[in-house]
């Protein structure tokens, strides 16, 4: 798979985007100083004014020392280390081999030329005890994703298997409701769980305009919690989300619930944080 | 489905080598901030420094311009600490971003640009001029049937199950001026490979044929909708235009897999 991976993805180019934007950050944090910190010390400071991000985003600073061997974690770093003349030396973890990509930026904000380095950069003979245990890290780590990739696949094929329509056994309209809040429309039962079909109305402008430019209020509207009661003390998980159609007037949505509706259940409550509609299942 | 270009090696190339320009005069935008306070909120001024800065750091290519005439980075002052760029890159693309000024970029992205020509009918042979005649008032024609707006649901009609068929009718949603009915069908997942090296126009499932009738005879005309995604199974639904009359007392929905009947 890497082998492929390798041909799908411009990994390099992957890095140099992550260097730039990391050299953005960095620069941004040094404020009116004119020269970068030349000692780990004042670049630790440095990185710890550095700007967060997106909610999740993987932008994770560490910092090492100049003239030792890069160091690998095995994960997406940008390690950061002083370079001569009030320089920083950005490079970055690919995470995914013995790999990195390297830049040297200015305090007047201009870049190097990229570098790739290949593992250590030195020939066997010269790796330190230290390199050697990172390597050790990165095999390990390597390792531990392929396993945990391999066991994963079972669980996300039966995801992506789970409402397939031979699981498919009946569809239940839900009675009219209050349409000022979310409506349920209807519920499709499956062997394998229940996909909850709604509508929300669209919130008014005004509360879709907001400066936290993380915020998606239209996907939260489209999303309200919703709780499944059949009486029988299920818990229910939401395992799916999809949006049909996020500019209508009415937001159409649906969530897709595990574990199935027990055959015995005659009832099946929807329970919105406003309003909550019980439809009545039937005979199975 | 077909016609939507894809980026080739070389034009992702291009966009790959923009996005590096655009970053390389966002850190010298970013250095200058730093020293004075602010980002320039003079448009024309920013303008020049972006194109000046995009000059500078474009090794190689003549100087002033890319090939469509454009600066190859062009900037313009958004708030008091947030600014746009743009790099153009290939015939008419562009990676987008906006800064601000602690260096965070707040998400941009890659877009095309459509331009339309008039046709000149005085060029056009007599059947092509018949042919565009005949676009033009389908066209039309289209714009003037009844539409689905879906503001006002009244009620979600079920599907009794259908085993074996391929596609199967989930249920119509009723509305004040149309209808969606709501489908789903298997599909097998695709390799990443062929999704990567694939063309994206073929990403999208193209949506089954249906076709809706009532007892009335009523005429509907698709409005809407969408199909859904989904690895292995697709759910998704059509819209239809106008509403279902009072009068009427089933609804027939066509597919490739048979008929089903609602009763209102």
Same mark, same amino acid.
């Given at each position: 798979m890497?082998?492929?991976?390798e041909?799908?993805?411009?990994?390099?180019?992957?890095?140099?985007?992550?260097?730039?934007?990391?050299?953005?950050?960095?620069?941004?944090?040094? $404020?009116?100083?004119?020269?970068?910190p030349?000692?780990?010390? $004042?670049?630790?400071a440095?990185?710890?004014r550095?700007?967060?991000?997106?909610? $999740?985003?993987?932008?994770?600073?560490?910092?090492?020392?100049?003239?030792?061997?890069?160091?690998?974690?095995?994960?997406?770093?940008?390690?950061?280390?002083?370079? =001569?003349?009030?320089?920083l030396?950005?490079?970055?973890?690919?995470?995914?081999?013995?790999?990195?990509?390297?830049?040297?930026? %200015?305090?007047?904000? %201009?870049? $190097?030329?990229?570098?790739?380095?290949?593992?250590? #950069?030195?020939?066997?003979?010269?790796?330190?005890?230290?390199?050697? =245990?990172?390597?050790?890290?990165?095999?390990?780590?390597?390792?531990?994703?392929?396993?945990?990739?391999?066991?994963?696949?079972?669980?996300?094929?039966?995801?992506?298997?789970?409402?397939?329509?031979?699981?498919?056994? %009946?569809?239940?309209?839900?009675?009219?409701?209050?349409? =000022?809040?979310?409506?349920?429309?209807?519920?499709?039962?499956?062997?394998? #769980?229940?996909?909850?079909?709604y509508?929300?109305? %669209?919130?008014?402008?005004?509360?879709?305009?907001?400066?936290?430019?993380?915020?998606?209020?239209?996907? =939260?509207?489209?999303t309200?919690e919703?709780?499944?009661?059949?009486?029988? #003390?299920?818990?229910?998980?939401?395992?799916?989300?999809?949006?049909?159609?996020?500019?209508?007037p009415?937001?159409?949505?649906?969530?897709?619930?595990?574990?199935?509706?027990?055959?015995?259940s005659?009832?099946?409550?929807?329970?919105?944080?406003?309003?909550?509609?019980?439809?009545?299942?039937?005979?199975? | 489905?077909?016609? @939507?270009?894809?980026?080739?090696?070389?034009?992702?190339?291009?966009?790959?080598?923009?996005?590096?320009?655009?970053?390389? @005069?966002?850190l010298?935008?970013?250095?200058?901030?730093?020293?004075?306070?602010?980002?320039?909120?003079?448009?024309?001024?920013?303008?020049?420094?972006?194109?000046?800065?995009?000059?500078?750091?474009?090794?190689?290519?003549?100087?002033?311009?890319?090939?469509? !005439?454009?600066?190859?980075? /062009?900037?313009?002052?958004?708030?008091?600490? *947030?600014?746009?760029?743009?790099a153009?890159?290939?015939?008419?693309?562009? @990676?987008?971003?906006?800064?601000?000024?602690?260096? @965070?970029?707040?998400?941009?992205?890659?877009?095309t640009?459509?331009?339309?020509?008039?046709?000149?009918?005085?060029?056009?042979?007599?059947?092509?001029?018949?042919?565009?005649?005949?676009?033009?008032?389908?066209?039309?024609?289209k714009?003037?049937?009844?539409?689905?707006?879906?503001?006002?649901?009244?009620?979600?009609?079920?599907?009794?199950? /259908?085993?074996?068929?391929?596609?199967q009718?989930?249920?119509?949603?009723?509305?004040?001026?149309?209808?969606?009915? *709501?489908?789903? *069908?298997d599909?097998?997942?695709e390799?990443?490979?062929?999704?990567?090296?694939?063309?994206?126009? /073929?990403?999208?499932?193209?949506?089954p044929?249906?076709?809706?009738?009532?007892?009335?005879?009523?005429?509907?005309y698709?409005? !809407?909708?969408?199909?859904?995604?989904?690895?292995?199974?697709? *759910?998704?639904?059509?819209?239809?235009?106008?509403?279902?009359?009072?009068?009427?007392?089933?609804?027939?929905?066509?597919?490739?897999?048979?008929?089903?009947?609602?009763?209102?």
């Amino acid at each position: 798979m890497e082998a492929a991976g390798e041909e799908l993805f411009d990994w390099s180019h992957i890095s140099r985007t992550h260097l730039c934007e990391a050299s953005l950050r960095l620069l941004a944090a040094l $404020g009116a100083e004119p020269r970068f910190p030349g000692e780990v010390a $004042g670049i630790e400071a440095l990185v710890g004014r550095v700007a967060e991000g997106r909610p $999740g985003e993987p932008m994770d600073f560490a910092v090492e020392p100049a003239s030792e061997l890069p160091r690998y974690r095995g994960e997406h770093l940008v390690w950061v280390s002083p370079a =001569a003349d009030g320089r920083l030396r950005l490079r970055h973890e690919t995470g995914e081999s013995l790999a990195s990509e390297a830049v040297t930026l %200015r305090p007047d904000g %201009r870049l $190097g030329e990229f570098e790739t380095i290949a593992g250590f #950069g030195v020939p066997e003979a010269e790796l330190t005890d230290q390199a050697h =245990a990172d390597r050790e890290t990165v095999e390990r780590r390597i390792r531990e994703r392929e396993d945990h990739e391999a066991n994963a696949r079972p669980d996300i094929d039966e995801g992506q298997r789970r409402f397939r329509t031979e699981h498919l056994l %009946r569809v239940v309209a839900a009675p009219p409701q209050d349409p =000022a809040g979310p409506v349920a429309s209807f519920v499709a039962l499956y062997e394998t #769980g229940v996909i909850v079909y709604y509508l929300v109305p %669209r919130p008014p402008e005004v509360e879709l305009e907001t400066d936290d430019p993380w915020a998606e209020p239209l996907e =939260a509207a489209m999303t309200p919690e919703i709780e499944l009661s059949d009486g029988q #003390g299920t818990t229910y998980e939401v395992v799916d989300l999809d949006y049909l159609d996020p500019n209508a007037p009415l937001l159409r949505a649906s969530q897709s619930f595990a574990p199935a509706v027990s055959p015995t259940s005659t009832r099946l409550t929807i329970g919105f944080k406003t309003a909550s509609v019980e439809i009545e299942l039937g005979p199975a | 489905m077909n016609g @939507v270009p894809w980026p080739d090696l070389e034009e992702q190339r291009q966009q790959a080598e923009a996005n590096l320009l655009l970053l390389r @005069v966002a850190l010298a935008l970013i250095d200058e901030a730093r020293r004075t306070g602010a980002f320039e909120t003079d448009e024309e001024k920013l303008t020049a420094r972006a194109a000046e800065l995009a000059d500078e750091f474009a090794s190689g290519a003549p100087k002033g311009s890319s090939a469509g !005439g454009e600066a190859r980075v /062009q900037a313009a002052p958004l708030t008091a600490d *947030h600014i746009s760029l743009s790099a153009p890159f290939g015939e008419s693309s562009s @990676v987008d971003q906006t800064l601000r000024a602690d260096g @965070v970029l707040l998400g941009g992205g890659v877009s095309t640009s459509v331009s339309f020509e008039s046709i000149d009918e005085t060029g056009l042979s007599p059947e092509e001029a018949e042919k565009m005649r005949q676009a033009v008032a389908e066209f039309e024609a289209k714009q003037a049937r009844p539409q689905l707006g879906g503001g006002h649901f009244l009620r979600a009609l079920a599907a009794e199950p /259908q085993p074996g068929s391929e596609v199967q009718i989930l249920a119509a949603e009723l509305f004040d001026d149309g209808m969606l009915i *709501h489908y789903t *069908h298997d599909q097998e997942p695709e390799s990443l490979e062929s999704i990567v090296s694939g063309d994206p126009s /073929q990403w999208l499932e193209p949506e089954p044929m249906l076709l809706v009738e009532d007892d009335l005879g009523t005429k509907y005309y698709e409005s !809407g909708g969408g199909g859904g995604g989904g690895v292995q199974v697709v *759910h998704g639904a059509s819209g239809f235009a106008p509403a279902v009359p009072s009068e009427a007392r089933i609804i027939r929905i066509t597919t490739d897999s048979g008929t089903v009947e609602l009763r209102l």
